[in-house]
């Protein structure tokens, strides 16, 4: 999903085939997993959903990535999205329902730079005409 002036949407299963008409509607598979900060065991359940992590007060600033969920809460799986503007509405600790935390952020304006330009691709309903594909991200700790 790609909505200018606003976000980029990736992790759906579905998307792999971008003709899907399940594409942005999926998660991971229900089963447990390592925490890798903590080295816990997590549950993912109901779709693949895991529960709310609001540790850091972090706002959804441009370059940012949040989870992405229902709106409800402890519905996000494996699906993030980049933040290309100040999205703070979407704040866990801002006023209404739908709460997104932020769990990382771009390093370089080159980065971001590629997120902007990826939010710019012509679309159709928030699909990209042409698939964008992430081929690769590094996070670190």
Known sequence: ???PGFMNQFGCPHAK????P??????PPDGTFKNLKTGGTETRSNGGN?????????SNEPGTLSMANTGQPNSGGSQFFMNVVHNNFL???SPGESKHPVF???VSKADFDIMVAIS??????????????MKSVTVAM
């Open 91 to 93: 704040d866990w600790f």
């Open 1 to 3: 999903r790609v909505i």
């Open 50 to 58: 895991i529960k709310d992590e609001y540790a850091a007060k972090l």
């Open 120 to 133: 710019k691709v012509p679309t159709n309903d928030d699909c990209p005409k042409t698939p964008v594909q």
């Open 104 to 106: 990382g952020k771009c």
């Open 17 to 20: 085939d971008p003709k899907s």
């Open 22 to 27: 399940r594409a942005g509607t999926g998660g």
